[in-house]
Nanobody, 120 residues
């Protein structure tokens, strides 16, 4: 499966963005999906994950209450709704397909990343 992330941009603190990750090929409806991010000089970190059915989600403590992950199998797309953005949310955001996990080693397919920049 090929993944293509989009929706990033430059916003002020407190704003919202919605990232999308479209899947091409494979059986998207059977894939668990995750979002990860990597800030300059830092390791990639888990943001959110959702099971293939959309019935279970996992959200990192750093974004809990602000970010929501959802999945539309009819559109082969997973979303990351980001509200109340903070400067520390600045990073390249990646979507991935694989096991339902917070560990990036469990994901075998990765999108190209989309930049999110939040200014204070």
């Amino acid at each position: 499966v090929q993944l293509q992330a989009s929706g990033g941009g430059s916003v002020q603190a407190g704003a919202s963005l919605k990232l999308s990750c479209a899947a091409f090929g494979g059986t998207f409806s059977r894939h668990n999906m995750g979002w990860f991010r990597q800030a300059p000089g830092k390791e990639r970190e888990f943001v959110a994950a959702i099971t293939w059915s959309g019935g279970l989600t996992s959200i990192a403590d750093s974004v809990k209450g602000r970010f929501t992950i959802s999945k539309d199998n009819a559109k082969n797309t997973v979303y990351l709704q980001m509200n109340s953005l903070k400067p520390e949310d600045t990073a390249v955001y990646y979507c991935a397909a694989g096991r339902f996990s917070r560990n990036d080693d469990e994901y075998g397919y990765w999108g190209q990343g989309t930049q999110v920049t939040v200014s204070s």
